[in-house]
């Protein structure tokens, strides 16, 4: 089975630094995405990690550990429009372009 | 460019009525997805296609949804008779040959009372 965790909710400071954690277990992996999704809005593509080590993007950071099925997304300089869910999805099956298993999202509330 | 395009946005419907969502992916991507969004459930994959052939569609809930793709540039979510606990919102999204990200669209919000 496919099994995806990530906390349901945190609440940071504007201008601080946070980090979102997942975990994962699926059988099978051909890498992990992070979605953005802001309330009533579709998700939109924020990183993908198919080795492990960490990729930056401007202010957002992905880190994957494939030995661990772990992964983080670091968000700095944090600004009032991150408020958002943010989702953790892994493509499970061994070659491109398969459907995402998608965790329950963490609804991120950046507060002054 | 445009990106996935989702007919209607928003649909409001009675129990027992059939609903239609409709999906236009972005031109030169040949997957497909749909997926289905909920509170407790949060987003679950429904179907998926490629080059207009559904490969799985175990995300189905019952023999009450149906999916098409009769081109390339165009799919349909059929839902007969609808339920209140399909009130949920559908999401279609694509993605290009030997891609990996998934671009979603708008969504359609729908309500069944």
């Known amino acids: 089975g496919q099994n995806i965790d990530q906390p349901t909710e945190m609440t940071a400071t504007e201008g601080a630094i946070v980090q979102i954690n997942c975990t994962y277990q699926?059988?099978?992996?051909?890498?992990l995405f992070w979605y953005q999704q802001h309330a009533g809005e579709a998700p939109t593509f924020l990183s993908y990690n198919v080795l492990d080590g960490l990729e930056e993007k401007g202010r957002f950071s992905s880190f994957l550990s494939r030995s661990k099925g772990y992964s983080y997304l670091l968000l700095k300089e944090l600004q009032m429009k991150d408020s958002a869910s943010y989702l953790c999805a892994v493509s499970h099956q061994n070659s491109g372009n398969t459907p995402l298993v998608f965790g329950k999202g963490t609804r991120l509330s950046v507060i002054a | 460019d445009a990106g996935v395009i989702q007919s209607p946005r928003h649909e409001v419907t009675e129990m027992g009525q059939e609903v239609t969502l409709r999906c236009k992916p972005i031109s030169g991507h040949d997957y497909l997805f749909w997926y289905r969004q909920t509170m407790m459930r949060g987003l679950e994959l429904l179907i998926y296609f490629n080059n207009n052939v559904p490969i799985d569609d175990s995300g189905m809930p019952e023999d009450r949804f149906s999916a098409k793709m009769p081109n390339a540039s165009f799919s349909t979510l059929k839902i007969q008779p609808s339920e209140p606990r399909d009130s949920a919102v559908y999401f279609c999204?694509?993605?290009?040959?030997?891609?990996?990200?998934?671009?979603f669209g708008p969504g359609t919000r729908l309500l069944v009372l």
């Open positions: 999204a694509s993605s290009r040959p030997g891609g990996e990200t998934q671009y």
């Open positions: 699926t059988s099978g992996f051909n890498g």
